[in-house]
């Protein structure tokens, strides 16, 4: 069981973001990566389409063997995740939720800023986080609406993305936050057009070593944490485009297979 992959997956290339914090903290794990882009984006979806589609994934990544699922996708871990739990209760899930506490905490200005999908921002999940950590703090919520499509098809940089963020920073910055949560996994690969968009005094926060640690934390646990093997592999499979989603690992020093899977 110890050297059984780790299980990720996502509504595309975004939950790789997740994957790249996953593998720094634990190089010698084995993981298998789904990519579902043919369905992206999930924040559009309705609750039952976005179970529907994480169970499809959870039994392809359970079919490989894996020992925990991460779901690197902020809007299924929140529409999702508990039902995931009950269905398979023997397997262990690490999900992601938009990182409220961290910059409820550190804010000064106590007016905080999140970027989400429509999916994320209407859970119940979301909501209840808000409610437990943020009194007392002003949240503005923005849906990135368009965001996810362009980062799909490769163009994070383009005119069009740095339009669309500047439409949904203004009302943010109106409002004088010092802390901008990204809670979509596709959205870190926004922070160097998000850096140009914004004073110096915002911090740009996510949950990708979060989530690493807690990866760490539940193979720890289990007794599950990989110490057989020197050389670790990786699995990449998408239903879209595969020279899209290698052009989001190129700086990964590991060797890495990356090939389409209808699924």
């Given amino acids: 069981m110890q050297s059984n992959p780790i299980g990720v997956f996502d509504s595309g290339v975004g939950g790789t973001s997740i994957w790249k914090e996953i593998h720094k903290l634990l190089p010698l794990e084995n993981t298998i990566y789904l990519a579902d882009s043919a369905n992206a984006p999930y924040g559009e979806k309705s609750t039952e389409e976005i179970i529907q589609l994480s169970v499809k994934n959870t039994e392809l990544l359970l079919s490989y063997n894996c020992k925990l699922i991460v779901v690197a996708c902020n ?15 023997d397997v262990s899930f690490i999900g992601i939720e938009p990182a409220i506490k961290p ?27 808000v409610k437990s950590h943020a009194e007392g703090i ?26 669309l963020l500047k439409t949904f920073l203004a009302p943010m910055l109106a409002h004088n936050i010092d802390y901008l949560v990204l809670g979509c996994t596709h959205y870190p690969y926004l922070v160097p057009v998000l850096k ?7 911090n740009i ?7 690493a640690r807690q990866t760490k934390a539940v193979l720890t646990k289990n007794s599950l944490l990989n110490t057989l ?29 990356v090939v389409y899977l209808d699924f």
């Fill in 75 to 89: 809007t299924a871990t929140t529409n999702a995740i508990k039902y995931l739990r009950n269905t398979y209760a």
């Fill in 103 to 129: 910059a409820v905490l550190q804010s000064n200005s106590k007016t905080v800023g999140v970027l989400a999908t429509k999916g994320t921002l209407s859970s119940s999940l979301f909501h209840s986080t």
């Fill in 138 to 163: 002003k949240i503005i919520e923005k849906e990135g609406k368009g965001l996810v499509p362009l980062i799909e098809a490769g163009k994070a940089s383009s005119k069009e993305t740095k339009t």
């Fill in 196 to 202: 140009e968009l914004l004073p110096k005094h915002v």
């Fill in 205 to 211: 926060i996510d949950s990708g070593e979060a989530v």
């Fill in 229 to 257: 093997n020197n050389k670790s592999s990786h699995r990449f499979y998408t239903n879209a485009d595969v020279p899209i989603l290698k052009s989001f690992l190129t700086e990964v020093k590991s060797t890495i297979n």
